[in-house]
């Protein structure tokens, strides 16, 4: 089993910034995918940034440009800053784990608020 730990949500202006985090921890590979998703009341849960295996950074088109992924060199932990946050932004975000080469499981955080007013 793999538990995800999110953390950095909150409620902020638009305009403003905040950093989200997700550590990864029991059985873990280091070959593995880490990034995060969305989902707004009524809606999808949809992808917002992800790092495949290869390191590989992937967006939504709607944070394109605003919102950085990244992880440590343990991939252990990913981040998330998103810079000029809009309303359209507010959602609960889930951190999302992938390790092809050892259960090929997706593990989901639990999930954190963020709420951008405008």
């Known amino acids: 089993q793999v538990e995800l730990v999110e953390s950095g949500g909150g409620i902020v202006q638009a305009g403003g910034s905040l950093r989200l985090s997700c550590s990864a921890s029991?059985?873990?590979?280091?070959?593995?995918?880490m990034g995060w998703y969305r989902q707004a009341p009524g809606n999808e849960r949809d992808l917002v940034a992800i790092?495949?295996?290869?390191?590989?950074?992937n967006y939504a088109d709607s944070v394109k440009d605003r919102f950085t992924i990244s992880r440590d060199n343990a991939k252990t932990t990913v981040y998330l800053q998103m810079n000029g946050l809009k309303p359209e932004d507010t959602a609960v975000y889930y951190c999302?784990?992938?390790?092809?080469?050892?259960?090929?499981?997706?593990?989901w955080g639990r999930g954190t608020q963020v709420t951008v007013s405008s």
């Open positions: 790092m495949t295996t290869g390191n590989t950074k």
């Open positions: 999302y784990y992938y390790q092809p080469n050892r259960d090929r499981l997706i593990y």
């Open positions: 029991g059985m873990i590979d280091s070959i593995n995918a």
